[in-house]
């Protein structure tokens, strides 16, 4: 089944200021994509940089690793 799905490209988004690349990564959360057939779908974002608008919050870097971090530690409290 997972040879079945389509691979969705990986990109790259820079912009000039923290304020427009928060804008980009708004839109892109908020509207998605859409394929070349016309398909929308949502990519997968992960916000890098300073100055993170807050309400992107849970797609920064920080967040998504700190979230990584704590379900690791539950799965291995020891370590």
């Given at each position: 089944?997972?040879?079945c799905m389509?691979?969705?490209?990986?990109?790259?988004?820079?912009?000039?200021?923290?304020?427009?690349?928060?804008e980009?990564?708004?839109?892109?959360?908020?509207?998605?994509?859409?394929?070349?057939?016309?398909?929308?779908?949502?990519?997968?974002?992960v916000?890098?940089?300073?100055?993170?608008?807050?309400?992107?919050?849970?797609?920064?870097?920080?967040?998504?690793?700190?979230?990584?971090?704590?379900?690791?530690?539950?799965?291995?409290?020891?370590?």
């Amino acid at each position: 089944m997972r040879g079945c799905m389509q691979r969705r490209p990986h990109m790259l988004v820079c912009a000039p200021s923290n304020g427009a690349l928060d804008e980009i990564v708004i839109r892109l959360v908020r509207d998605g994509l859409t394929d070349g057939r016309g398909r929308a779908w949502k990519p997968r974002v992960v916000r890098v940089g300073v100055s993170v608008h807050h309400s992107l919050s849970a797609v920064s870097l920080d967040a998504l690793v700190q979230a990584k971090m704590a379900k690791l530690d539950q799965v291995h409290p020891d370590s």
